[in-house]
């Protein structure tokens, strides 16, 4: 008598997933070969209006060894400036200094997802990208107890309507490791911090049926961001105890103010 034995279910006959890889690079100081001198970086700013005088560039987008783009901040504005008009503003831009796109500490929606979440620091980030109409909103849960790993969340509106994703910090790791779950629950991505310098570096890898331009270069950015988030967080949570001491100066920096207006109020 003769039988066919099959071994293993169907998942595991399912061909694992493809994935589309590629690395951000932060370095420790402000030292580095894409900015230096005066001249280099009086050259960036007249290859991208968006590249102002107090920029500095802080790391760099890698496909395998090809470099695909240069991340910098404003440093005046995260370093030198008080309260409220205190502002962590990172942009990345092409090898050919290109603006791609903008990732801003929002003081006001911090704090107020901050006071309703009754003190606890809540930052929020508006994202504003390149050909693409949507502001998007990048903001941490404020579902967040102690010892629990933190959560931001985004969603990106396409030709094919919103997509949700969810960023939830591993649990073990000895550096800043996050999944990417889409709005279904499903794991699509990673991006996996290797302490190999003081800056940090992310290889991020997004399933390659899931992944698409757009959201890659909202990871990117959202990988720099990571190099100052607990910063950002005792700043946000000082705010709040200004405010419910009654000493905050309440004062929003005028570029933060543009996000707010209402798109049809009258001109």
């Not at 395998?64 to 404003?74: D, F, P, Q, S, V």
């Not at 969810?166 to 302490?195: E, F, M, Q, S």
């Amino acid at each position: 008598m003769a039988f066919t034995a099959t071994f293993g279910s169907a998942e595991e006959s399912k061909a694992k997933p493809k994935y589309k890889k590629f690395k951000v690079d932060l370095w420790a100081t402000d030292l580095n070969f894409t900015e230096i001198g005066i001249m280099k970086h009086t050259q960036h700013e007249a290859a991208s209006d968006q590249f102002t005088k107090d920029m500095e560039i802080l790391g760099q987008g890698k496909d395998g060894r090809e470099r695909t783009g240069i991340l910098a901040y404003r440093k005046e504005v995260w370093k030198a400036e008080e309260g409220m008009k205190r502002r962590l503003v990172l942009k990345l831009f092409s090898e050919t200094m290109n603006w791609r796109g903008s990732v801003e500490l929002l003081m006001g929606r911090s704090l107020q997802l901050s006071i309703g979440a009754k003190g606890t620091p809540v930052p929020a980030y508006s994202v504003n990208l390149s050909r693409h109409d949507q502001i998007i909103q990048l903001e941490r849960s404020a579902q967040k107890w102690p010892f629990f790993p933190e959560k931001f969340s985004f969603f990106i509106d396409t030709n094919d309507g919103p997509r949700f994703y969810r960023l939830r910090r591993n649990v073990i790791g000895i550096g800043a490791d996050y999944t990417l779950y889409d709005d279904r629950g499903r794991n699509i991505g990673k991006l996996d911090h290797r302490i190999i310098n003081l800056g940090g570096t992310w290889n991020v890898k997004v399933e390659a049926t899931q992944t698409y331009a757009k959201l890659e270069t909202v990871l990117q950015m959202f990988c720099a961001m990571l190099k100052f988030n607990r910063a950002a967080r005792r700043h946000v949570a000082k705010e709040v105890e200004q405010i419910y001491r009654g000493r905050s100066v309440r004062q929003l920096d005028h570029h933060e103010r543009d996000l707010y207006h209402n798109p049809r109020r009258r001109r």
